[in-house]
DNA sequence: ACGACCGCCTAAACCGGTTTACGGGACCGT
DNA sequence: ACGGTCCCGTAAACCGGTTTAGGCGGTCGT
């Protein structure tokens, strides 16, 4: 016969028990400075009343949250639907879970990313796939939020994991030109925030562009280069893989060779081209990139350049949690110098290359 | 030339404008109660000083917190390995986002569900397999905070959101025995409290439960039966998978049919079977369940039940929304009647099925 | 017998905001 | 000149806890 409809307070355990809420309150979080019988009854009481300190009200106090925010500049629809994102978040939300951290996910709301970082409540954030000229990216520094870049463009002050995406993309063209191929069409992420590389393209230190970059290397070195308009975009799902491949290919495009920039974009090109009746590796042969775990068992298995996802997860999550009680910890040390940590890439041949189709 | 060291709180602004910490906020929240000139004199000086609300202090005495649980028994480890979860992610985190809230992730903090749900400010929960029988449901509904279930048993009060299991794997099995098998092993998840179910075997009304009744439904109406032991179970991953595999053969099972309970244990299950130099499907059938995106383009194309993940992130959503503000709108309204939603499954023949091998 | 110390508990300040109740001045009509 | 509104803005209570500074009675040492 208990009343469901409001919450108990510290008071009323305080009132029922007949002692002070700072007794209550001790018998929570100092036991030791009660006596202990005098702690077991107050937990008793609060027990059978059904009260539990309030997160929200203890947060204020204790000024920590013991979440840990992951910050994205994508919806979430378009977030989940890459199958790398599950397996980093695996890797990120196992150690935070070591932590005793909780994670809570920040992405834009009703169109602001820095609107829904200002309602976060977390120690820290993991920004993945922030473009160094995202328009908000001021207004996120200004909260000043303890932040580790993913997959982004440095940031001065903030620690960063990245991978090799240069020597990962310049593997992957290789491995297409030693095979023969000479026509490539290079499948990109779709720059975050249309708005903001409107006119100066994907930004030019982001994670695209790194990879152009490392595809450029390996082509030139080779006394070849990409077609024009031979890059395109989408968002790295498996869609708008499919869909970026149709766009490639009603301009006219007719590559023997696809470098994708994620395993997803891959799959999806692959199933576009089947639509088209094209043999994948006969007719034109496609790299991916990140090896996520449902590579290998793909049709065909797929050739993509491995990198260690988990492993970036938990070695964010490290960096972050450095930086959060070097705040909280000694008084005096404001911030950590950051520290940037960069995770090797490499080839892995599987069965969607194969030689240039000789015809 | 700004001091990073400290947070600037509404005071600040309230001195720096010369007005009352009630004006600083009147000019964010309800500008209208304020002179136009004032409000915008204030909200400059607090972008100067790059003021922004405490969140944990809006929180507390507004009484929201604009985000969404998601509560899962196991570690997000494993969770966030199951390709499912990505597009159920994807589902609900889109209908969070269109309403304006956030998702936090609940699982178990130094082995405590409850102890995580505690420290957890949210405003609702949506529960992903949570079975009823699990030991901490009970002061996982002290909590009082509104929950909807998604893929658990039913508890009474609380909405939920399944799909037909029984219907879906009877499908399945009917499939199989139609190809003319006889020997079949069904690989389930993983209970997911080892504790729980200790004596008991896996939760009696749960997901698990309810899919080998299905198939056993089909399996009776065609006079056959599963042998013993032809229940193996392991995480709902593709490792897992795998090593359910192993287990069920190592014993000394030789089906030839397999009813995965979920794509990803069986893509692990062919994996391994691959690796006995057994070929899907000439020398066993491998049905899945879920139907997740990857499914069409595996090695070989995936036979499964499609059942609605996105929808039913959506409905969950939409269910715990109405919860929500029952409980926050009207004053007396304490809460909703439960609603309970089923949706449908059907089966997709790929090219992971085939007749049963005459040898 | 007296001061020091200790063990147990409490009053009050504090975290950083929001909201209610109200006060003072300008304007209005008469 | 006076009462009634309206407009702006403020003081103080409140959200629900934690933490600091002490108070009080009993025991110990001498």
Redo the contacts between chains.
Sequence with gaps: MEQ??V?PRIDDVAREAGVSKTAVSFAFNSPERLAPETADRIRIIAERL?Y??H???R??TQGA???IGVLTPQ?????????F???F???I??A??KA?Y?????????GSLAG?M????VDGVVAVGLAGDHPEVDEIR???VPIVLVDSTAVPGWSSVSIDDIGGARAAAEHLLALGHRDLLVIGVEPPTPGSSATAGPDPNGVTARRVAGYRQALSAAGAALADGAVVAGPAT?EGGGEALDRAWRAGLRPTGILAMSDALA?GA??ALRARDLRVPTDVSVVGFDDI??A??????LTTIHQPIARKGREAIELLLAAIDARTGPAGA?ATTPEHRVLPTHLVVRASTGPFPRR
């Design positions: 469901r409809t919450r059904g539990t300190p997160p929200v009200a947060m204020l949250t013991l979440t919806p979430l629809s378009v977030v989940f639907a890459n199958p994102f599950g397996t978040a695996a890797g939300g196992a935070a879970e005793g909780a994670l809570q996910f920040i992405s834009p709301l009703r829904a200002h309602h976060a409540t200004r909260t000043g498996i799959i692959i199933g775990e449902v290998a068992y793909l049709e065909p298995a404001g």
